[in-house]
């Protein structure tokens, strides 16, 4: 039972080799040919620099150091008065290099990236070892797009304390004018009629006059009754 996995197994071997025979070969003729590394390709590791100026695009954060899995970059960037870092050593080791690419992701700066250079074989471990002069070197011909600068936000103005005004000056404001800024109106103190219940009735024209109460009759009007 295995002998005939094993015959079925060469089998199918030959048949994906027997595919191939008219075709013709996509062997580079290596190192006479060589193979164009794709642009996201994940090569050695180099220090990029500024365009115009060619200085180091690395402001020594950290990131990548602390992001690397296997410790194969190491930095010194000591902080000067001020707190602000200056790269003073940047060493790559290439025998403990992965080549995972965390480093590259980590920058926020276009430091370093992961070129498509591969030919660095090398019989002696310690020359595997860069540092931050060779990899500068290395990384002069890799191009990359620059990211664009952030403008710094406007800041926003801080509003002022109001000044207390004199003690004097709010009392004049109050009494002079209503929270509305109407004058206020003084209540009246006498009373207002209290509203009829209905409408008055008509005056009858023969309706005979009101008869005087005799209290209210003056000496005059006494005098001339029979």
Request: glycine residues 6%.
């Amino acid at each position: 039972m295995k002998l005939l996995k094993d015959i079925k197994a060469l089998v199918v071997g030959l048949g994906i080799t027997g595919k191939h025979l008219g075709r013709h070969a996509i062997t580079i003729q290596y190192p006479e040919e060589k193979w164009t590394m794709p642009e996201r390709s994940r090569g050695i590791v180099v220090l990029l620099s500024d365009k115009e100026t060619g200085k180091l695009n690395c402001t020594g954060c950290l990131l990548c150091e602390k992001a690397c899995p296997t410790a194969a970059i190491r930095i010194e960037a000591p902080r000067d008065e001020k707190k602000k870092r200056h790269l003073k050593s940047f060493v790559v080791d290439n025998a403990l290099c992965c080549f995972c690419g965390l480093c590259e992701e980590a920058c926020n700066f276009d430091a370093l990236k992961m070129a498509g250079k591969y030919e660095f074989s090398t019989e002696n471990k310690d020359d595997l070892i860069w540092d931050m002069k060779k990899l500068q070197e290395v990384g002069l011909d890799v191009p990359y797009t620059p990211r664009p600068k952030k403008k710094p936000a406007d800041k926003k103005p801080v509003a002022k304390p109001a000044t207390p005004k004199p003690p004097e000056a709010e009392k004049d404001q109050t009494e002079s004018s209503s929270d509305d800024g109407k004058p206020k109106e003084i209540p009246s103190t006498e009373q207002e009629p209290p509203e009829s219940a209905g409408p008055m009735p008509a005056a009858d024209e023969n309706a005979a006059p009101p008869v005087e109460p005799e209290d209210k009759k003056t000496p005059d009007d006494k005098e001339g009754q029979p």
